[in-house]
T-cell receptor, first 115, second 112 residues
Framework: EPEVTQTPSHQVTQMGQEVILRCVPI?????FYWYRQILGQKVEFLVS????????KSEIFDDQFSVERPDGSNFTLKIRSTKLEDSAMYFC?????????????FGEGSRLTVL | SQKIEQNSEALNIQEGKTATLTCNYT??????LQWYRQDPGRGPVFLLL?????KEKRKERLKVTFDTTLKQSLFHITASQPADSATYLC???????????FGGGTRLMVKP
């Protein structure tokens, strides 16, 4: 069964360092998302991406964040200068390209710990 | 502003009983609503989607209702099993349909 894969599963970094989280969405999907979940809190939307551009972003997704689909298969989230409050589980998700309605398929997440 | 509310208190029920979880929303007119399951440390897994013109949707032991007047969805698990223990999330799209917003989830504990 096709699945969304994310790497690394866990990353520990120092405050101020750059981090890149990687995702391989399901191969024929066209819509891509990043969400985050701080421990014990809700799943929060960060950004959606379609047709090689951002289609929606939240207030969380400020200038420190960027996304890229560099090679047609990977979808990355970069945090330029990490802060303590960026510590969270980051989930990538993808959706098939059948209009505006459809289920999201989530990866297992990348846990980011900022020290 | 748009808001999604799920009961933040855990729901504890006995195996074999029906679990009913509630999702209320304000300042939305969603074209559909989705329910997901999340296990600890794992990503959400899609369960059911119900559209605004559907009153009820069923899938095996799961049933979802959608009342756009009350702005509420109910999620039922019949003949519950300990393996159903998880956090259940409801999610609504924005008007453009390019993002889903998740509720805080309700944790369900099914005791044998």
């Amino acid at each position: 069964e096709p699945e969304v894969t994310q790497t690394p599963s866990h990353q520990v970094t120092q405050m101020g360092q750059e981090v890149i989280l990687r995702c391989v969405p399901i191969s024929n999907h066209l819509y891509f998302y990043w969400y985050r979940q701080i421990l014990g809190q809700k799943v929060e939307f960060l950004v959606s991406f379609y047709n090689n551009e951002i289609s929606e972003k939240s207030e969380i997704f400020d200038d420190q964040f960027s996304v890229e689909r560099p090679d047609g298969s990977n979808f990355t989230l970069k945090i330029r200068s990490t802060k303590l409050e960026d510590s969270a589980m980051y989930f990538c998700a993808s959706r098939a390209g059948t209009g505006r309605v459809g289920e999201l398929f989530f990866g297992e997440g990348s846990r980011l710990t900022v020290l | 502003s748009q808001k999604i509310e799920q009961n933040s208190e855990a729901l504890n029920i006995q195996e074999g009983k029906t679990a009913t979880l509630t999702c209320n929303y304000t300042n939305y007119s969603p074209a559909y609503l989705q329910w997901y399951r999340q296990d600890p440390g794992r990503g959400p897994v899609f369960l059911l989607l119900i559209r605004e013109n559907e009153k009820e949707k069923r899938k095996e032991r799961l049933k979802v209702t959608f009342d756009t007047t009350l702005k509420q969805s109910l999620f039922h698990i019949t003949a519950s099993q300990p393996a159903d223990s998880a956090t259940y999330l409801c999610a609504l799209p924005n008007n453009a349909g390019n993002m889903l917003t998740f509720g805080g989830g309700t944790r369900l504990m099914v005791k044998p």
